[in-house]
């Protein structure tokens, strides 16, 4: 009986079909070193559906190199079960090759820092590996942390994403909304205020690399005047120079929690945690396992941001984490333009890693769109750790077809996100700076 129950489990929890809907989300005009958000930006729902009929979703980037990639992963993967998560990883060697445009040994990924077909790979995977164990957690009743080894935090705190930005896209494009513009340290400490009056978060993250060095300096100032003794950090995704990032560091000494990315490269990166006490954080030189030996010998980085899209999952993000701990590396989480199934998966990641030292980052307030029929809801600047089955989250119909819709209608210049494109609608003459532009 017991052999012929598992075998009936077994094939209900056999993948059936798997659904692939990219979206277009619309996203504000957030500066950055490299340009502007785009007003949509895509990313990739993936639904996978077992012989029983359970349905697990997932979610990661839909820019045309990332579709390429998951569409021959949907069409092999009916037939194996959703508990063989590991077998994610063999599959997509097998059946997804480099896409075009991208070289099978690195490419200059912007904001992503050094990026590889491997990479792409793995941030495919994410999103199926997710959606596998939002299904197998459905079937089971119990909740992906569960399935993760279980919950150590009933709740998981993030910090507001302070941003320099536009009032409005340029030629009406996009969605409205009343945030306003922020150019200066008055507007960053006004957006931080908002952020913490709504949401209650008591840490600040500003994006820098956008004006000079200075002016950046005179907001974070601002900041720990108007929020005294709370945590600060600051990141130019690589936009200075090893001499810069060190001057930096000497104004805001004892100010910041660590600085993030403050120079690109893993060299760079050691050649200025050399010559400070501030700890340096990074999601840029440090995504895979094998750029780990480097910084973690040269003491590039104090602290890693994780993301499961870019490490390949939930699983390799718990790997990651003991990894940390072991070399006495501070860990935190690293945010994308994420809807509600990514941020349901990072704060059941989350949840069960013990060693998570820092509050996770999160695009999530600024996103005004969403696929799940529940937003999230931060409440003294933490999210709930859900024991409901699976990532306890739900897709809203109607808003995904409606953001299919967009992606189908687009002429092709939002698929693929290019901040220096958008860029150029405000200043035809922009071009994506050196590295690096300070």
């Not at 990924?109 to 590996?129: H, I, N, P």
């Not at 409205?176 to 513009?181: E, N, P, S, V």
């Not at 390799?316 to 003991?322: D, G, I, V």
């Amino acid at each position: 009986m017991q052999t012929s129950g598992a075998g009936t489990a077994a094939k209900g929890l056999t993948v059936a079909e798997v659904r692939l809907t990219p979206i277009l989300i619309a996203d504000p005009p957030l500066l950055n070193t490299q340009g502007v958000h785009q007003p949509y930006t895509p990313r990739l729902v993936i639904e996978v559906v077992t012989a029983d009929g359970t349905t697990g979703v997932g979610e990661t980037y839909g820019d045309t190199r990332y579709l390429d990639l998951a569409r021959p992963l949907a069409e092999a993967l009916p037939g194996h079960e959703v508990t063989d998560v590991n077998g994610l990883f063999t599959l997509a060697d097998e059946v997804c090759g480099v896409p075009d445009g991208v070289s099978d040994s690195v490419d200059v990924g912007g904001l992503r820092g050094v990026q590889t077909a491997d990479k792409l790979r793995l941030s495919v995977v994410s999103g199926f590996e997710v959606a596998c164990l939002d299904a197998l957690g459905k079937a089971l009743g119990l909740p992906v942390h569960a399935l993760l080894g279980g919950k150590v935090r009933d709740h998981v705190e993030y910090s507001a994403y302070l941003f320099y930005r536009l009032a409005a896209h340029p030629q009406g494009q996009g969605e409205a909304d009343d945030w306003g513009a922020a150019l200066d340290p008055a507007g960053v400490v006004a957006q931080a205020r908002r952020f913490a009056d709504t949401y209650g978060f008591s840490s600040f993250k500003l994006k820098g690399g956008v004006f000079a060095p200075d002016e950046e300096i005179a907001a974070i100032r601002a900041l720990a005047a108007e929020f005294p003794g709370r945590p600060l950090r600051l990141d130019p995704n690589g936009a200075w120079s090893v001499e810069t990032s060190l001057h930096v560091a000497r104004e805001l000494a004892g100010v910041l929690e660590y600085l993030e990315d403050p120079a690109s490269t893993t060299d760079r990166m050691a050649r200025v945690a050399a010559g400070t006490e501030v700890p340096l954080a990074t999601n840029m030189c440090v995504t895979t396992f094998p750029e780990i030996e480097e910084a973690f010998t040269r003491k590039a980085v104090q602290v890693v941001l994780s993301d499961h899209h870019y490490w390949g999952g939930l699983r390799n993000t718990q790997q990651l984490a003991a990894i940390c701990r072991t070399f006495g590396v501070g860990l935190s989480m690293h945010s994308n333009t994420h809807l509600g199934i990514s941020l349901a998966a990072m704060t059941h990641v989350a949840a069960t890693v013990p060693n998570l030292d820092y509050a996770c980052d999160s695009h999530y307030p600024w996103q005004t769109e969403d696929v799940i029929t529940e937003r999230h809801v931060f409440t003294l600047g933490r999210l709930p750790v859900t024991d409901r089955p699976g990532l306890g989250v739900e897709l809203d119909r109607e808003a995904l077809a409606a953001l299919h819709r967009r992606w189908l209608d687009d002429d092709g210049t939002m698929r693929d996100r290019d901040d220096a494109a958008a860029m150029r609608k405000v200043d035809p003459d922009w071009t994506a700076p050196p590295v690096p532009r300070w």
